[in-house]
């Protein structure tokens, strides 16, 4: 359960990316250094659908690595998958997509949060 305010359910990533400002094909474009890129957020996101058992939480720390966000990703005893995650909305959003792209996962809805960003963290690592 998501607890305070600025959470919301998205039902796609169209809706996701909307919500952001953004559409899907311009959140593709590449991520570059956290520098020049804008501010830092942090968001904790719970995945849905079919994301346990299908190299989510990999892909995950594949995406992230890739782009310079970090946080961590865990899988949930209820089937979902929890992931927090510190960079611009853009890394963010390359991260979403690319676990998306993965060939037996299926995103059927994510909660979002803002949460305040962590000073000093770093790398991204998945949690048991």
């Known amino acids: ?9 998205f039902k796609s990533l169209a ?7 953004k559409n899907a094909e311009a959140a593709k474009e590449p991520a570059g250094g956290s520098e020049t ?10 995945f849905f659908g079919r994301v346990q ?21 865990r899988n949930e005893y209820d089937g979902s998958v929890v992931m927090e995650i510190q960079g611009t909305e ?4 390359a991260v ?3 676990i998306e792209q993965g060939r037996y996962i299926r ?6 949060e803002n949460l305040p960003p962590v000073d000093g963290e770093r790398g991204f690592r998945t949690r048991w």
């Open 1 to 9: 359960m998501l607890i305070g305010g600025g959470s919301h359910m």
């Open 53 to 73: 058992g299908v190299g989510f939480r990999y892909r995950a720390k594949y995406a992230a690595a890739g782009v310079g966000a970090t946080g961590w990703v």
């Open 107 to 112: 995103i059927e809805n994510m909660a979002v």
């Open 96 to 98: 979403i997509l690319e």
């Open 37 to 46: 890129m804008g501010n830092m957020v942090r968001k904790k996101i719970v």
């Open 90 to 93: 853009e890394q963010i959003n």
């Open 15 to 21: 809706g996701y990316f909307s919500a952001n400002g």
